[in-house]
């Protein structure tokens, strides 16, 4: 793949993260006026609603922007390591960053036997890349340069900041959505509306409230699937201009597809980030309405295809679908 190409996709990757983040703002300021009138019945008071709701919106992009990548290290629960505790995977990590002409990232470990990874940040100067520990102990050398390769291609095509800004509309969406149906709940005020005849557009955006409550979660997972799975692809593929070699990760996925360790600390707001979803088809929590990323089968099999590998077999499809 050429290099061009990956420089496309960082610059896409900065259009798409500003796109998003004005699609939060305006989503915000939406919610803020229509759950305002359909409260008060006076777009005056509405505009308060509205003020609130842009404020909201201006700190929690501010504070997503800037601390995210804290939070979610935090709500993973890894701890930062060293050479001096990680030779093997830092020095690995170092290679990488070579490779891919960005900085060192700080490096994580996150104490659990799952088989996972993930790199976050708003920049590959302030980036962050994070393996369990289940993945050190049951990779071999080629196949975790194969997953850092991969976290490095998120790295530096900027994915990093755009999934992480995702993060912002999920949980936005989500509160504005709870605090919507908590009005509707409570029934709100007899409102001026119905006294100056204005009950009628009133009762139109309760109606469109109501409407927003129920599919905002909705939307709120169809933008966190806008994290394209063509993204996912093109991390292999770095991967693969990184390390020369296209079997490591092909192996490592394979390993990380058929382990059957849950992974705790994961959860619907942070499984975008993961090399692979940390969520099993046979957990309680797991919803196969929707997926995250593209089925490891076929990055597998595109990862083959560059060795002149034949394709998985039946049976192989079988085990990896039956937890991807």
């Known amino acids: 793949m050429a290099t061009t190409t990956f420089y496309a996709q960082a610059s896409a990757n900065r259009r798409k993260s500003a796109l998003l983040l004005l699609a939060v703002a305006l989503l915000f300021l939406v919610f803020g006026f229509v759950v305002g009138y359909a ?3 006076d777009p005056v008071a509405a505009a308060s609603t509205t003020a609130f709701a842009g404020v909201v919106a201006l700190i929690s992009g ?3 922007y800037y601390a995210g990548a804290a939070m979610v290290l935090a709500a993973s629960k890894a701890r930062r390591v060293s050479v001096e505790t990680h030779p093997m995977l830092m020095n690995v990590v170092q290679e990488m960053a070579l490779a891919a002409n960005v900085p060192m990232p700080d490096v994580y470990v996150i104490d659990d036997t799952a088989l996972n990874a993930f790199a976050t940040g708003r920049s590959p100067e302030h980036a962050a890349i994070a393996v369990t520990s289940g993945l050190l102990d049951r990779l071999d050398r080629e196949e975790l340069q194969g997953v850092i390769g991969h976290e490095m291609g998120h ?3 900027l994915d990093i900041r755009f999934a992480l800004l995702v993060g912002v509309l999920v949980g936005g969406v989500a509160l504005l959505a709870d605090v919507l149906l908590r009005s509707m709940m409570w029934g709100g005020r007899r409102r001026r509306g119905d006294r100056d005849g204005g009950g009628g557009a009133q009762a139109i955006l309760m109606v469109l409230a109501l409407v927003l409550a129920v599919l905002a979660p909705i939307a ?3 933008v966190q699937l806008s994290v394209s799975r063509q993204r996912e692809y093109l991390a292999d593929a770095t991967s693969v ?3 020369r070699n296209p079997a490591g990760l092909e192996q490592a996925l394979w390993k990380i597809g058929t382990d059957r360790e849950v992974l705790e600390v994961a959860n619907r707001a942070t499984q975008h980030l993961y090399i692979a979803n940390p969520i099993k088809k046979f957990e309680a929590r797991s919803s ?4 995250t990323h593209p089925p490891l089968a076929e990055r597998i099999n595109r990862l083959r295809a560059l060795h002149g ?3 998985l077999a039946l049976d192989d499809l079988s085990a990896l679908s039956s937890m991807d």
Not at 288 to 291: A, D, G, I, M
């Open 39 to 41: 409260w008060f019945g």
């Open 62 to 64: 501010l504070t997503t």
């Open 155 to 157: 790295v530096r095509n």
């Open 220 to 222: 709120a997972r169809l």
């Open 241 to 243: 201009e990184f390390t």
């Open 288 to 291: 196969s309405l929707w997926s």
């Open 309 to 311: 590998g034949a394709p």
